[in-house]
């Protein structure tokens, strides 16, 4: 591994080799189990990561103890960068802690953390660096912006558009099903929904014929129907 794959980070895809081998050599390359917290909205912040392999939630407990999932991260993107821009003060005096949970769902989780002393420091003399950082930021904000918009639809919208999501990225669609990445609990708090409000909707799609669930394959039996569901 070496500092070309920062590139794959929005962030810095526009530096320079020079800038890139700067910020990588003062990187730390953290390795985490399945179900193994990387940190808690209790800790101390101090930078970001970048997944390499493997995959991560972001997740917050609610009053009533229950899990809220706000995304799930994957390869080649990162995660816990937004407080560098909105809390740059608390940040430098070491007076703000993670603003949410992060854990490892899947084995061999590998991770590149970018302190915030670094980044601080890279840029505070750059103008025109930040601005190409800022730049990146904001591609990031507007794909999560989207998501925002997904779960204001009601739930049967939203499981119809989760699912044709994960068919169309598929690349095997010859299956004519796609498997869970994630448990369905997990999934209901992605959706923003509850776990018995999840079943009930597998259970009318599968009543009208549209879908089969086996485990965590779902077969689609009418993608036109299910476009309709996710109003496509």
């Not at 985490?32 to 912040?45: C, N, R, S, V």
């Not at 995304?71 to 802690?97: C, G, M, R, S």
């Not at 009601?154 to 796609?178: C, G, H, M, T, W």
């Not at 009318?204 to 996710?230: H, R």
């Amino acid at each position: 591994m070496d500092s070309s794959i920062l590139k794959n980070i929005n962030l810095f895809s526009d530096l320079s080799e020079d800038e890139l081998n700067r910020i990588f050599s003062k990187c730390s390359i953290r390795k985490f189990g399945k179900g193994e917290m990387i940190f808690f909205d209790t800790e101390p912040y101090i930078g970001f990561y970048m997944i390499v392999e493997g995959s991560v939630k972001i997740f917050k407990f609610l009053k009533d103890g229950r899990e809220h999932i706000l995304h799930f991260v994957n390869p080649y993107n990162t995660f816990a960068e937004v407080p560098l821009f909105e809390q740059y003060e608390k940040i430098k005096n070491q007076d703000f802690t993670y603003p949410a949970n992060s854990m490892a769902i899947e084995d061999d989780t590998v991770l590149i953390l970018i302190r915030s002393s670094v980044f601080y420091s890279l840029i505070e003399n750059n103008s025109k660096l930040c601005l190409k950082m800022i730049s990146g930021l904001a591609k990031k904000l507007r794909l999560m912006n989207k998501h925002i918009e997904s779960i204001s639809l009601d739930v049967p919208k939203r499981l119809a558009k989760y699912i044709l999501e994960q068919f169309n990225s598929n690349a095997d669609n010859d299956k004519k099903y796609i498997e869970l990445p994630i448990s369905k609990h997990d999934l209901s708090s992605y959706l923003g929904t509850i776990d018995e409000t999840l079943s009930r909707t597998f259970k009318k799609f599968q009543d009208e014929g549209v879908i089969k669930v086996s485990g965590k394959k779902i077969y689609i039996s009418d993608k036109a129907v299910l476009k309709k569901f996710a109003a496509i």
